[in-house]
């Protein structure tokens, strides 16, 4: 599986935008690029996810980079319930499409927000 | 919709007995998967099914777990002769696969201790 990297931490103050990077410089050209969250004491949630071009919905932005090595979650106005720890994840499709769905959770970002 | 649901939300057994975990997932989806997760590590796969199929099993799932879906609704997921590093939080997610990219929908996981 390909394999993503994030920062251990980042912090935000409350109403501020926050941009949340990944790095996936195996990407393959068929793998998706998913963002889920985790809030304490709960499970995941999905929060958004794209291939090449860039995508928007309620809670997010994801920004991908031209070569697909990179790509940022962006939080418009971080409040204090974005608290949570964010996962960039590649998934990608093998002969009958199997492994989608199947997620590979890295350790993700720990995303602290100051009131 | 009431969502994927787990149950139990907490168990403490002792080592060497034998527990067994539900998950209900959204009704309509056709794939559900099993994930084990401590603390302060990411979720980790451990199998998911299609329909009443299990497609794949991680190799992290030894031969005292046991999961099944016999109708491709509901899913239970057996753990044989306890052990301490079997205490995790065990978490289920489902998902409606229809060839291509989709979402996780994740409970909120069974806490399992282990003494």
């Known amino acids: 599986d390909a394999k993503t990297t994030q920062p251990n931490s980042m912090e935000s103050n409350e109403e501020e935008p926050v941009h949340l990077p990944c790095n996936h410089s195996t990407i393959s050209g068929t793998d998706y690029i998913h963002w889920y969250r985790q809030l304490p004491s709960q499970g995941p949630e999905y929060v958004i996810h794209?291939?090449?071009s860039n995508v928007n919905n309620r809670m997010a932005s994801l920004a991908i980079a031209e070569d697909r090595k990179s790509s940022t979650l962006i939080l418009h106005r971080a409040t204090l319930r974005d608290a949570a720890v964010y996962y960039c994840?590649?998934?990608?499709?093998?002969?009958?499409?199997?492994?989608?769905?199947?997620?590979?959770f890295g350790q993700g970002t720990i995303l602290t927000v100051h009131p | 919709d009431t969502g994927v649901s787990q149950d139990p939300r907490h168990k403490i057994t002792k080592r060497g007995q034998n527990v067994t975990f539900r998950c209900d997932p959204i009704?309509?989806?056709?794939?559900l998967y099993w994930y084990r997760q401590t603390l302060g590590q990411g979720p980790e796969f451990l199998t998911y099914?299609?329909?009443?199929?299990?497609?794949?099993k991680s190799r992290l799932l030894s031969d005292r777990f046991s999961a099944e879906r016999p109708k491709g609704s509901f899913s239970t997921l057996e753990i044989q002769r306890t052990e301490q590093g079997d205490s995790a939080m065990y978490l289920c997610?489902?998902?409606?696969?229809?060839?291509?990219?989709?979402?996780?929908?994740f409970g909120q996981g069974t806490r399992l201790t282990v003494v």
């Open positions: 099914f299609q329909n009443e199929a299990q497609l794949e």
């Open positions: 997610a489902s998902s409606l696969y229809k060839g291509g990219n989709t979402e996780a929908f």
């Open positions: 009704s309509e989806h056709n794939r």
């Open positions: 794209g291939l090449t």
């Open positions: 994840i590649l998934t990608g499709s093998n002969a009958g499409g199997t492994s989608y769905g199947k997620l590979t």
